[in-house]
């Protein structure tokens, strides 16, 4: 079993940055890709941005050079620097640990048998 917990969430102006933390425990995350996902009320979770054990990344359409990910397995965690925030990133952001190393796999929430409880970021316009 992998613990997954976010931290880093909260309240930003438009412009703003904010980095999140997804601390891991129970098991070494450096077999797994690593995944941001985010959700706001009434849609699907999405795809943010994954990076695999090996490195390799992908973002969601909509990152846009924004946000990137980033992964320290000698702390067992995983970041999300987010810059440039728009309203429209307003959701709950949500880590996920994945087998799977296949980066046209990672954006499939079925992938992620472990996720954290999520935290919020709200971005004021």
């Known amino acids: 079993q992998v613990q997954l917990v976010e931290s880093g969430g909260g309240l930003v102006q438009a412009g703003g940055s904010l980095r999140l933390s997804c601390a891991a425990s129970?098991?070494?995350?450096?077999?797994?890709?690593m995944g941001w996902f985010r959700q706001t009320p009434g849609k699907q979770r999405e795809l943010v941005a994954a990076i695999t054990s090996g490195g390799r990344i992908t973002y969601g359409d909509f990152v846009k050079g924004r946000f990137t990910i980033s992964r320290d397995n000698d702390k067992n965690a995983v970041y999300l620097q987010m810059d440039s925030l728009k309203f429209e990133d307003t959701a709950d952001y949500y880590c996920g640990a994945a087998l799977s190393q296949i980066l046209t796999r990672l954006p499939l929430l079925r992938e992620y048998p472990y996720w954290g409880q999520g935290t919020q970021v709200t971005v004021s316009s």
């Open positions: 129970g098991r070494a995350i450096n077999g797994y890709s």
